[in-house]
T-cell receptor, first 111, second 113 residues
Framework: EAAVTQSPRNKVAVTGGKVTLSCNQTNNHNNMYWYRQDTGHGLRLIHYSYGAGSTEKGDIPDGYKASRPSQENFSLILELATPSQTSVYFC??????????FGPGTRLTVL | GEQVEQLPSILRVQEGSSASINCSYEDSASNYFPWYKQEPGENPKLIIDIRSNMERKQIQELIVLLDKKAKRFSLHITDTQPGDSAMYFCAANSGGSNYKLTFGKGTLLTVTP
């Protein structure tokens, strides 16, 4: 199974602050994804990437930026965090439009 | 884009019985349908998937059925055990080239002894 790690695992941020969530995968998958999970909404796609240097908007990109500096790393950036961005964030890596493997998640609380 | 509806949102069954979760999708070009299991505090884990060239797939107690004409697919867990209690998500990919999965909102399955 794909090895996907995320850091930090827990984060408390203040409203208006900048937050960066990091993801690393060691399976040489081209595609990486950022989701948020909220009760009643399932997993919603924020941004994704086809490879180093590429980022694409998902279904709910507003308020988020992404960066893919290398095959292994994919970051999610909240420039001005808001309480509505309190959530659990999952990174995933995958092969084409097929299997995706999730990291352990980051619990973000914005006060 | 693709939309995936998942029902029921809550399912409670007795140990040893079967549990069924149903999903429907909209994009006729979708060709990959995975199922994920998520236990409390954990990440979603891929448990079984089916591609559009199949109608049925079974891995041990898990059975997935795909009806492409109706744009529906389903997960059936036979002989449920308390360890099957978890949140389950279905998903479908986009038939185009954007390599996305769209997830259903999940089913919370509880298996009672």
């Amino acid at each position: 199974e794909a090895a996907v790690t995320q850091s930090p695992r827990n984060k408390v941020a203040v409203t208006g602050g900048k937050v960066t969530l990091s993801c690393n995968q060691t399976n040489n998958h081209n595609n990486m994804y950022w989701y948020r999970q909220d009760t009643g909404h399932g997993l919603r796609l924020i941004h994704y990437s086809y490879g180093a240097g590429s980022t694409e908007k998902g279904d709910i990109p507003d308020g988020y930026k992404a960066s893919r500096p290398s095959q292994e790393n994919f970051s999610l950036i909240l420039e001005l965090a808001t309480p509505s961005q309190t959530s659990v964030y999952f990174c995933a890596s995958g092969v084409g439009g097929y299997e995706q493997y999730f990291g352990p998640g980051t619990r973000l609380t914005v006060l | 884009g693709e939309q995936v509806e998942q029902l029921p949102s809550i399912l409670r069954v007795q140990e040893g019985s079967s549990a069924s979760i149903n999903c429907s999708y909209e994009d006729s070009a979708s060709n990959y349908f995975p199922w994920y299991k998520q236990e409390p505090g954990e990440n979603p884990k891929l448990i079984i998937d089916i591609r559009s060239n199949m109608e049925r797939k079974q891995i041990q107690e898990l059975i997935v059925l795909l009806d492409k004409k109706a744009k529906r697919f389903s997960l059936h867990i036979t002989d449920t055990q308390p360890g099957d209690s978890a949140m389950y998500f279905c998903a479908a990919n986009s038939g185009g080239s954007n390599y996305k999965l769209t997830f259903g909102k999940g089913t919370l399955l509880t298996v009672t002894p």
